[in-house]
């Protein structure tokens, strides 16, 4: 692959491209808070071709220098229920006290305005497994079948975080149980079109992941059957890129056009990261009309300070 080249001249970052369809390792790259504009940018660029953007050897990044890095690529947002919250706006999720993901999800759909992008940091690594696995939602919608395309433009969705990816782990302990009982401390539901149409791109993408709750208008037999034929074209293997992380690496991924899943494979090894998460928009669809927030009706302000 060529270079994918900013719109300011003369400013270019090397991508080598991980699978066919998604996925890209930036190499030559010192992510912090200094980083010249345009490569800022060129980043940005490069992340809504190839949905997710890995580095190697971030290692001089710290909690400080992360989150300076998340303020450049963003308006930095907290998580509205999840313990752990490291420093101004760092998600932790340490394997041991519940924070695992393994589950397939878009975060945080359960809000009108789910996060734009995630900034995660690799911490502590288990010498083996701990892979993450991430999905073009955009590639998924593109190649369904015309039937399928022409029904999925027309549905939209609630999404809630009364089921929560925590609460798929394999092996359940204390630490998950507090985990998931913060979690759903306040009940949040949004209403989503199922085919959201990217602000940056125009791109059309699925929206599902395991917040989804119900199609508006059918009954709860009939979502469920029409989710996992939906889900099951996003997670088809050829659309998706997986990660063998290494202490200091950084991912970063459109939320707008992705999923994400977290193989949890490592036994009882501990394995942390954390995040930074970016502020996103109401989601439009095909037909002009926006997501909504259901519950609770007035959000608290999540904006990081």
Same mark, same amino acid.
């Given at each position: 692959?060529?270079?994918?080249?900013?719109?300011?001249?003369?400013?270019?970052?090397?991508?080598?491209?991980?699978?066919?369809?998604?996925?890209?390792?930036?190499?030559?790259?010192?992510?912090?808070?200094?980083?010249?504009?345009?490569?800022?940018?060129?980043?940005?660029?490069?992340?809504?071709?190839?949905?997710?953007?890995?580095?190697?050897?971030?290692?001089?990044?710290?909690?400080?220098?992360?989150?300076?890095?998340?303020?450049?690529?963003?308006?930095?947002?907290?998580?509205?229920?999840?313990?752990?919250?490291?420093?101004?706006?760092?998600?932790?999720?340490?394997?041991?006290?519940?924070?695992?993901?393994?589950?397939?999800?878009?975060?945080?759909?359960?809000?009108?305005?789910?996060?734009?992008?995630?900034?995660?940091?690799?911490?502590?690594?288990?010498?083996?497994?701990?892979?993450?696995?991430?999905?073009?939602?955009?590639?998924?919608?593109?190649?369904?079948?015309?039937?399928? =395309?022409?029904?999925?433009?027309?549905?939209?969705?609630?999404?809630?975080?009364?089921?929560?990816?925590?609460?798929?782990?394999?092996?359940?302990?204390?630490?998950?149980?507090?985990?998931?009982?913060?979690?759903?401390?306040?009940?949040?539901?949004?209403?989503?079109?199922?085919?959201?149409?990217?602000?940056?791109?125009?791109?059309?993408?699925?929206?599902?992941?395991?917040?989804?709750?119900?199609?508006?208008?059918?009954?709860?037999?009939?979502?469920?059957?029409?989710?996992?034929?939906?889900?099951?074209?996003?997670?088809?293997?050829?659309?998706?890129? =997986?990660?063998?992380?290494?202490?200091?690496?950084?991912?970063?991924?459109?939320?707008?056009?992705?999923?994400?899943?977290?193989?949890?494979?490592?036994?009882?090894?501990?394995?942390?990261?954390? =995040?930074?998460?970016?502020?996103?928009?109401?989601?439009?669809?095909?037909?002009?009309?926006?997501? =909504?927030?259901?519950?609770?009706?007035?959000?608290?302000?999540?904006?990081?300070?």
């Amino acid at each position: 692959m060529q270079p994918i080249t900013n719109p300011v001249p003369d400013i270019a970052i090397d991508v080598v491209p991980v699978s066919g369809r998604i996925g890209g390792e930036v190499q030559g790259v010192r992510l912090g808070a200094d980083l010249d504009e345009a490569i800022v940018a060129a980043l940005k660029q490069a992340l809504n071709r190839h949905k997710v953007l890995f580095f190697r050897d971030q290692h001089h990044l710290d909690d400080a220098a992360h989150q300076a890095f998340g303020r450049r690529w963003g308006q930095p947002t907290i998580h509205p229920t999840a313990p752990a919250q490291v420093g101004d706006f760092l998600l932790e999720l340490d394997s041991r006290h519940g924070g695992k993901a393994n589950v397939w999800h878009t975060d945080l759909t359960f809000m009108a305005s789910y996060p734009s992008a995630s900034i995660l940091r690799a911490v502590t690594i288990p010498p083996a497994g701990g892979d993450t696995v991430w999905a073009n939602t955009v590639e998924a919608y593109e190649r369904l079948p015309d039937p399928l =395309r022409v029904l999925a433009d027309t549905l939209r969705a609630v999404h809630s975080n009364d089921y929560d990816y925590a609460a798929n782990q394999t092996e359940p302990d204390e630490g998950t149980d507090r985990y998931q009982a913060e979690f759903i401390s306040t009940v949040y539901e949004a209403e989503h079109p199922l085919v959201r149409v990217h602000p940056e791109t125009g791109e059309r993408a699925l929206v599902l992941g395991a917040f989804f709750k119900q199609f508006v208008g059918l009954g709860t037999s009939e979502s469920r059957r029409l989710y996992e034929v939906f889900q099951a074209h996003i997670m088809r293997l050829e659309n998706t890129v =997986r990660w063998r992380w290494r202490e200091g690496d950084v991912a970063i991924w459109d939320n707008r056009a992705t999923q994400h899943y977290a193989i949890d494979d490592y036994g009882d090894a501990k394995r942390v990261v954390r =995040r930074v998460t970016i502020e996103g928009d109401a989601t439009i669809g095909i037909d002009g009309r926006s997501g =909504r927030q259901i519950r609770p009706e007035k959000l608290p302000d999540l904006r990081a300070v």
